[in-house]
């Protein structure tokens, strides 16, 4: 079992920039990692994904070209690197670890979640 703590989230303006880093408590060599989104009234939904090695990625089509995801397996962290923000880039973020599968934006495919992080964009 692993756990995912987010950070890096805060309130930036239309065009700005976040990164976001998902600090795992274990080795997050064996797991795929990925990151979602939720907005207010709105449900859960993929932002990103990497495989094991972070050689395969994938991303929702919302955010292609604007952010990045990454990881450090040495670090043990996963990250999300957001450029050109939008305002309907307001959610909140979610960090998620999955056993199986590769960059996949399947919900199902993941075992672990973090609690987290806001993102604010304003306009």
């Known amino acids: 079992q692993v756990q995912l703590v987010e950070s890096g989230g805060g309130l930036v303006q239309a065009g700005g920039s976040l990164r976001l880093s998902c600090a795992a408590s274990?080795?997050?060599?064996?797991?795929?990692m990925g990151w979602f989104r939720q907005a207010p009234g709105k449900e859960r939904e993929f932002v990103a994904g990497?495989?094991?090695?972070?050689?395969?990625?994938a991303y929702a089509d919302s955010v292609k070209g604007r952010f990045l995801i990454f990881r450090d397996n040495v670090k043990n962290t996963a990250y999300l690197q957001m450029n050109s923000l939008k305002p309907e880039d307001t959610a909140v973020y979610y960090c998620?670890?999955?056993?199986?599968?590769?960059?996949?934006?399947?919900?199902?495919?993941?075992?672990?979640w973090g609690q987290g992080t806001q993102v604010i964009v304003s306009s």
């Open positions: 998620a670890a999955g056993l199986y599968g590769g960059a996949t934006n399947r919900q199902a495919s993941y075992n672990y």
């Open positions: 274990g080795r997050i060599s064996s797991y795929v």
């Open positions: 990497t495989d094991y090695i972070g050689r395969g990625t």
